[in-house]
């Protein structure tokens, strides 16, 4: 059975942005962290935060890059060649715009959708990695988008946010135990949140 040997979480380091949208992978990763009894240090040769945590029968590493999302790739490369770590074995958490908040999706490879994170990571290491995506919601207007992603959410909304960052750590030692497919079966069925009401723009 494929098993997990690095989690990465995508976000912008940085005290400005610790509590934005565009955060939702790091929480993910912290939460793991948490969890699991990991601590997280600087790597500097590999431009990331890592902490070293075992789960069930697993150890892993978590990993935080330190470059920024849109350069989420450098290092995400550099520790899979390291640890000679192939693409089916990584899961990159992330902020997902076309989910409501509390919305969370496991899937399999595929395109970035837009998430210039992921298509930086799919440049390095190619795109057969598993993706974890955490919902954050949508402005409704595209020019709005890049302010929506680096602000904080309302509080209701936050709190979404964070009990799907709850459910995605929940599965992860189902994906450990029972593959994949298993932790995605779980993690869909969970009730959704209701839809939050915006107001108009």
Avoid: C
Wanted: hydrophobic share 40%; net charge positive.
């Amino acid at each position: 059975m494929v098993t997990l040997k690095l989690i990465v979480g995508l976000g912008n380091p940085g005290e400005q942005y610790a509590r934005t949208r565009h955060n939702a992978g790091f929480w993910f990763a912290d939460e793991l962290a948490r969890r699991h009894g990991g601590v997280f240090r600087l790597e500097p040769r590999h431009q990331a935060e890592m902490a070293r945590v075992r789960i069930g029968d697993a150890d892993i590493w978590l990993v935080k890059p330190m470059t920024f999302m849109n350069r989420s790739g450098g290092p995400v490369g550099s520790i899979a060649a390291f640890y000679k770590v192939p693409p089916e074995e990584i899961l990159v958490g992330y902020d997902e715009m076309d989910f409501e908040p509390g919305v969370v999706r496991l899937k399999h490879a595929g395109g970035a959708a837009g998430h210039n994170g992921v298509r930086d990571i799919t440049a390095k290491v190619g795109e057969a990695f598993w993706r974890l995506r955490i919902g954050v919601g949508h402005p409704g207007v595209k020019g709005e988008v890049i302010d929506f992603v680096l602000t904080r959410a309302p509080a209701e909304e936050d709190k979404q946010i964070k009990e799907g960052v709850a459910a995605a750590a929940d599965i992860v030692p189902t994906f450990l135990e029972q593959g994949g497919q298993k932790a995605m079966t779980k993690l869909h069925s969970r009730s959704a949140p209701p839809a939050t009401p915006r107001s108009p723009g």
